[in-house]
């Protein structure tokens, strides 16, 4: 580390931050210096023809292939989901925040003071590789690189402050390490947790709503794990609550977006908040007993959850006069559902395993069925689960005129 009265500009780009280490320093940044001290990832990838004129390029991407992954996949499919997250942020049309990204460079870097200032150096003709974050830094050169948005934002994005934490001087060998340590060594919370926290998803403030309004639920909404301990005393987990909400708005086909934010812009919140909380609300009240047994019933699984909230969609199509007829009709209707575990459930909602132990399947691969058995009265697997006598009763979900189940036609 130097001290000096003034800069050597012509030495490469002053990177402005705080010295942690003869080998870390935390920058702080924007992309207007970053695109000129990273490469775009894209360039780095094997086969690239982007960057090809550049004579350095070869010996960057055999750096680049040493200590991070291929942008493929799930990681290559993110990025333009990551562009627009950062566009919307830079505009501030949402709150939100990016998280550091760790940079490397073989080479020390020259740590500079001047005055109460520190910089690190980087070379001109240097560029520093991403050890993690390079989903992030891949968007923000595609963004920077993008002809569709106007000037005030590419503006607003190359001034947006940035954090870096540049690791310098250090083997190849240890950068991969530090790859290993920070992809691999931390614990990504799971979805329901996820979900519980993503504030701009119109169909969690939902959901926050139903919570809160539904009495039943108070205090028994699983948000932690994805499934239900045994010994819980939840009645469900957060995704189950999500599933059954997207259901109401979107039908039996809302289980296609699983934890993946559902479209809702032909769908009136308010209206979606009405008729969730009192269906969702009517169905645990009527089938608590049921609900709360998860050892012997099936009225709480995630399948039946998801096709009882798919039900609720007709609550949608009705005007609020007809809502409690269309849902009294419903629940008649279900009340004939024998929920108990067993053979009349087997190709519906799941399988026996060779122990003798009924295995409900999964949501998206058996939420059809069960929706079926539960409302179409010409399907085989409606008369399986209902009680006897079940076929000249009107069934448990019909777009007719609204008669109460059992009533004459």
Known sequence: MSITENLDLSAGAYVKGVRLSDTCFVAATSFQQLRTITRDPDVLQPGSKRG??????????????????????????????????????VRGEIPGVLPPMHLWSAAPLDVVVVGATTYALVPNGEHLLAIDGETQLTAHHALGRSITIDDKTRSQHRAFPLVGIVH???????????????????????????????????????????????ALLAGRVEKMSRQLAKASNKIMTLQSLRQMVVNVAKGISGVQYGARPAPVNDVDLRELTAAATDWIGAYLETFH?????????????????????????ELLHVGPEERSVAMHRMLDGLRRVDWTKGHHWVGIAGNYTPSGVFSVKGTKEVAYSVYNALTDIDNGGYHQVHIANARDQVPASNHGEGALAGDPQ
């Open 289 to 313: 007993a049921e609900v709360v047994d998860r050892e012997k019933s099936l009225a709480s699984s995630g399948p039946v959850l998801a096709a009882v909230g798919a039900m609720g969609n």
């Open 52 to 89: 090809n004129d550049d004579p350095a390029i070869e010996e960057e991407r055999a750096m680049h292939e040493l200590i991070q992954r291929a942008l493929s996949g799930n990681k290559k499919s993110n990025v333009p989901k990551y562009t627009r997250y950062i566009e919307q942020l």
């Open 168 to 214: 310098h001087g250090i083997s190849t060998r240890d950068a991969r390490q530090y790859f290993h340590d920070l992809n691999i060594l931390a614990v990504k919370p799971n979805a329901s947790l996820g979900l519980s926290m993503d504030t701009q998803d119109p169909i969690m403030q939902v959901v926050t709503d139903v919570e809160t309004n539904v």
